[in-house]
Nanobody, 122 residues
Framework: QVQLVESGGGLVQPGGSLRLSCVASGNFFSTYTMGWYRQAPGKQRELVATITSAGSINVADSVKGRFTISRDNSKKTVYLQMNSLEPEDTAVYYC????????????????WGQGTQVTVSS
């Protein structure tokens, strides 16, 4: 199990940008698929983006073209660059790690961060 700590959330106006970071502890970070989920009040946790150890990326249709996921294995960090933010993006964003990718897609990982709040409002 890897420990994960997110940061970078906050309050931003519609159309603004934020970059979330998730720092992992322990070894083998480079071997994990990393994912970002989000959960808005009263809604289910939703997969936002994943990046595999090989760098293969998938992004949810709801954020495609606005959000980008990347990783820096030397820093054991995964990022979520969020541009053109909309009020509908308001949620708590969670980082997760696992292998294989199905662990992430099925929310079966035991490794989750504590979450970081993103609020998009004027």
């Amino acid at each position: 199990q890897v420990q994960l700590v997110e940061s970078g959330g906050g309050l931003v106006q519609p159309g603004g940008s934020l970059r979330l970071s998730c720092v992992a502890s322990g070894n083998f970070f480079s071997t994990y698929t990393m994912g970002w989920y989000r959960q808005a009040p009263g809604k289910q946790r939703e997969l936002v983006a994943t990046i595999t150890s090989a760098g293969s990326i998938n992004v949810a249709d709801s954020v495609k073209g606005r959000f980008t996921i990347s990783r820096d294995n030397s820093k054991k960090t995964v990022y979520l660059q969020m541009n053109s933010l909309e009020p509908e993006d308001t949620a708590v964003y969670y980082c997760t790690a696992g292998s294989p990718i199905a662990t992430i897609l099925n929310r079966e990982s035991e490794s989750w961060g504590q979450g970081t709040q993103v609020t998009v409002s004027s």
